[in-house]
């Protein structure tokens, strides 16, 4: 390959989230809680729709009606002049192609057609398996189907049409300036070779059917598709709507459960994005299209996780599908132990969101002063003079065992599937090991293009690292088959979810178009259909979100306790994404913090032990008042006083304070009450 | 918590500076142990090892144990002070095995034994069981010697000093200088510093005593666990085992794998800056020790503990034997 133009989608992996509102804001551009230049504000902030950048503040997160804004995907078009195979970072400019530019080579686009294809088809696919993880599909099993009452296999026409949610591909002309909803009315479209909408009327479309239960109203919508004012997509969820079916006493099938609730439906969904440049001069040129994630909303975006899903990602690229030789050879296995990791870009992110926990989690005073140290550690800094010298503190991923010890190793909160506590990314170690070796570059820079920031920047601002089953995405981000892999061949560029050859052209009005799909450990290698990632995911996303606040690590261990603590001992879950504890900005006077006050709180969430706390003590009310919670946000983003920059603070709750039962906040550490 | 017999009916014979001489001694053999076990446990490649674990878990308890002997201190009008401990020999301050009877120095499972900074074998971890080593009379009246040095065991030392501040604790200030990091550790505890003046400050005075010898070698000859209220509820798997016991699981098992350690003749320029960093972490350490409890709330304090103990660690991985002055 020499000298080709190729067109890509960037966040090559973007995510809507979910919110009440009919109104939306845009998904950050920027990675959550990393210092940005010539502002105070830090990375993970949402930006007002209708502006390139312009940060949210605490006023644009719900509606005039209180409601919960949506989180909008937008994604943007870049050309690359690629001479050769290509590299990661990728050696060519990227630019940015919206209506109206010209090309290097003169031609000029005239219009941009986009389509996606969202789906959901968690209530048909198989359960997750706590201890399991993506072991469950090992050696050739599977786990077992969720909702077994519907009779057939995974990719059974019987069970896809009785409980998947598809409906359909939606296309849209940038120059039409319209928008299509992916819902049961609006006729399914798609783009032609030559570049032309086409409506396929015949397809089949599902929703969930019959009498149903559905407590914050019909669900009816996947989201809608929409373009702004320079041609880029915008990606619109669902609402937050879930769905029940009866039972035989004509009671709403309870939620018994966290993660595979039977009888139940949610409007999360996920699924490819393409789209068609239109020239001019009559050309046409395909791109290489994205991928789409509706789930959860972003309750704290710019507290960074430890490990996020970009961490994971990078991880399996790095280390599996040979993204950059000069870090790791996949082939030897091993590290290059002269490969030095840019500090501000490949270390500092982990310095920087230990020290941002303390914002979501009852941290102890002795922790917070040295996660003060751990943050304030600089590239001139010799590493054996700070806090973080020789690793000591830092629970090795190499070390199977140390998987199971707790304080003082860190990460502190609980871990992977089948294993007590997190632990960092065996990519991450390795450059921390670098750097503790005085092996770094501190004015290297990440070297990355405009696209590839937001792919990485995307996927840094969602939960890594503890996959049962996850926020956003679960544990296929690690799966090699799960991606391009001739990316340097094709001109895809990395981190581009393979997708499923679909022919839109050929449908059958009466039965399923899409099948169970990609499973992982398969051998499955043709890609992904619409669906196939947000599977993997809790059904509805409420009560695992709402339950995953406060553990004793043998939740992923099968209830036997395997640390070095007591068994006891609480930790917590998801603490960067899913905010156990917070300070409410309305009770910061002077800029003193108050006592923290508990995420999810109000009428019904007191707890009689502490592992329940800050939860919605009935499942049920996980789906009907999900909108309610606050949003942990930076200082500096908050209206109506002035606060510390360095705080971050939970804005914009719907409880009622006023009618809680006292139920303080612990101190870490703190333990269940058997 | 057992109370003496009222200390009015007899006359004191302890004075107010025998008793801060006293508790200065219990301040510096707690922070003598913390730097002593602490290399021992940095010296285990294995972290996950039962040996580290249960080294740690002690580490942790002595830190606890010197907080608590502050906070007596200060509740007496004495901030303490840290100053450098020396790891000479067989000295380990204020304590004389041979005062014991029979003396367990002596006995041949912990022979032979070195207070000297070293990797856990058979030298250090001997000495760990000799500094917890049980009190085997401690229904006797305790020791009331002017020689502060000669106490047959820790038993034995707080035995004394629970006596004497019986004696004087109608000095009892309390709320003065008081430092908390560990109550969240302990949740069954019901206070871990000295609010209280006179009797009612006695009583948490004696609670600490009481947390400090039942974690440390257990009551008298009993082999129960410690009790609840002085066990740890947070990050200690073996919660109910005495730091005694717990040396001699470590003792009576195959000792784990230490890094191996050059002759000093061998060190290089790296291996000197981390002995340097090292020795500048503990003087720092030693210096904000001093602030924390004379109520200066220094910022660095845990900033320095923290890295004291990567530094000791950055030594051994690099065969460097760790020094504290």
């Known amino acids: 390959m020499a000298n080709k133009t190729v067109f890509r989608v960037h966040p090559s992996i973007n995510f809507a989230r979910i919110g009440s509102s009919p109104e939306f804001y845009l998904s950050p551009e920027t990675s959550a809680g990393l210092p940005l230049d010539n502002t105070a504000t830090t990375g993970g902030l949402p930006i007002k729709p209708g502006t390139e950048s312009e940060f949210v503040t605490s006023n644009d997160l719900r509606d005039a009606e209180g409601l919960l804004k949506r989180q909008a995907a937008r994604f943007r078009l870049y050309a690359y002049e690629l001479d050769g195979l290509d590299t990661y970072p990728c050696k060519s400019p990227a630019q940015e192609i919206v209506v109206g530019s010209r090309l290097a080579d003169g031609r000029v686009v005239k219009d941009i057609v986009w389509t996606a294809h969202i789906a959901n088809k968690k209530a048909a696919a198989y359960v997750v398996v706590n201890s399991q993880g993506v072991n469950a599909y090992a050696d050739g099993k599977v786990p077992q189907l969720r909702n077994q009452g519907v009779y057939g296999d995974v990719n059974a026409p019987t069970r896809l049409s009785q409980l998947m949610i598809d409906p359909g591909p939606r296309a849209i002309a940038a120059s039409a300036k319209t928008n299509a909803h992916f819902d049961a009315v609006t006729p399914a479209s798609y783009v032609d070779a030559s570049g032309k909408i086409q409506e396929q009327a015949d397809y089949p479309k599902y929703f969930p059917t019959g009498k149903l239960f559905e407590p914050t109203g019909k669900l009816n919508t996947l989201g ?451 | 918590m057992s109370i003496p017999n009222s200390p009015q009916a007899a006359p004191p ?140 065991n820790i038993g034995e030392f707080y035995r004394a000093i629970r006596y004497g501040a019986q004696e004087l604790q109608d000095q009892i200030r309390g709320g003065v200088k008081q430092v908390d990091f560990f109550s969240s550790f302990y949740r069954n505890m019901p206070a871990m510093t000295v609010t209280e003046s006179g009797k009612n400050g006695f009583y948490q005075v004696g609670l600490l005593f009481d947390l400090i010898t039942d974690q440390g070698e257990g009551i008298a000859q009993s082999k129960d666990d410690i009790q609840t209220v002085f066990q740890n509820t947070a990050d200690d798997r073996n919660q109910e085992l005495d730091h005694f016991d717990k040396f001699e699981q470590i003792r009576t098992a195959p000792l784990p794998a230490t890094y191996p350690l050059k002759p000093t003749s061998e060190y290089t320029a790296q291996d000197q800056e981390v002995l340097e960093i090292l020795l500048e972490h503990f003087a720092g350490l030693r210096k904000n020790l001093r602030a924390l409890f004379n109520g200066k709330n220094p910022e660095d304090f845990v900033r320095l503990m923290v890295s004291v103990g990567a530094a000791i660690q950055n030594c051994w991985k690099q065969g460097v034997l760790p020094r504290f002055s």
């Open chain 1, 224 to 674: 809608e598709i929409q373009t702004d004012e320079k041609g880029r997509l915008l990606v619109l969820p669902g609402f937050g709507r879930t769905a029940a079916q009866y039972d035989e006493y004509g009671d709403p099938i309870p939620l018994t459960g966290d993660l595979n609730n039977a009888g139940w439906f949610d409007d999360a969904g996920d699924g490819p994005v393409s789209a068609t440049l239109i020239f001019e001069d009559g050309g046409v040129e395909p791109v290489f299209g994205a991928w789409v994630i509706c789930g959860d909303p972003g309750f704290a975006p710019q507290i960074r996780n430890v490990v996020s899903v970009w961490d994971d990602v990078f991880d399996v690229w790095v280390r599996e599908l040979a993204l950059q030789p000069e870090i790791y050879n996949p082939q030897s296995g091993t590290f290059n132990p002269d490969y030095q990791p840019d500090f501000e870009a490949q270390v500092r992110p982990i310095f920087r969101a230990a020290n941002l926990q303390r914002w979501t989690t009852n941290l102890p005073k002795m922790a917070l002063r040295a996660h003060d140290a751990v943050d304030a550690i600089s590239a001139t800094d010799e590493p054996n003079r700070t806090i973080m010298a020789g690793l000591n503190f830092i629970r090795n991923p190499n070390l199977p065992a140390e998987l199971n010890i707790g304080v003082p190793l860190m990460p502190l909160s609980v871990g992977d599937a089948g294993t007590s506590f997190l632990t960092v990314t065996k990519t991450q170690y390795f450059f921390l090991e670098q750097w503790s070796k005085n092996n770094f570059a501190s004015d290297k820079g990440s070297g990355l293009g405009a696209g590839e920031m937001l792919d990485m920047a995307s996927l840094s601002n969602c939960l890594g690292g503890r996959f049962v089953p996850g926020i956003e995405v679960s544990y296929t981000v690690r799966c090699e088959d799960l991606y391009m892999n001739d990316w340097r061949e094709s001109g895809a560029g990395p981190f581009r979810v393979k997708h499923k050859a679909l022919n839109y052209a050929e449908v059958n009005p009466k039965t399923p178009f899409l099948t169970g799909g990609w499973i992982p450990k398969h051998n499955m290698t043709d890609g992904l259909e619409p669906g196939d990632i947000s599977k993997f995911m809790s059904i509805p996303w409420q009560t695992d979100y709402n339950s995953c606040s406060i553990h004793q690590p043998s939740i992923n261990t099968l209830g036997v306790n395997h640390t070095n603590g007591n068994e006891t001992t609480l930790y917590w879950s998801w603490p960067s994404q899913r905010p156990d504890s917070v300070y409410v900005a309305t009770e910061v006077v002077n800029n003193v913090l108050p006592q923290q006050k508990w995420a999810i709180r109000g009428p019904g969430t007191y707890a009689l032990d502490p592992k329940s706390a800050s939860t919605f003590q009935k499942a049920l009310q996980s789906v009907t008042d999900w909108d309610r919670l606050g949003i942990v946000i930076q200082g500096t983003a908050i209206e109506g006083d002035t606060y510390d920059p360095e705080y971050y603070l939970e804005v914009q709750a719907r409880f009622d304070d006023a009618a809680n039962a006292d139920n303080p906040v612990l101190m870490w550490p703190f333990n269940t009450h058997g």
């Open chain 2, 13 to 152: 014979t302890w004075d107010i500076q025998h008793l801060r001489q006293h508790l200065q001694y219990a301040v510096d053999l707690e922070f003598w142990t913390i730097p002593f076990y602490m290399s021992a446990m940095y010296s285990i490649v294995d972290r996950s090892s039962d040996a580290f674990q249960l080294i740690q878990s002690v580490v942790n308890q002595e830190m606890l144990h010197l907080q608590s002997a502050a906070n007596v201190a200060n509740a007496f009008g004495l901030s303490p002070s840290f100053d450098a401990p020396l790891y000479v020999g067989q000295n380990i301050p204020h304590l004389n095995f041979s005062l014991d009877d029979p003396d367990p120095s002596q006995e041949p499972q912990f022979q032979p034994y070195s207070a000297e900074i070293g990797p856990l074998d058979a030298a250090r971890i001997h000495a760990m069981c000799l500094i917890e080593y049980p009190d085997w009379d401690s229904d006797d009246k305790p020791n009331l010697q002017e020689n502060v040095s000669q106490y047959a």
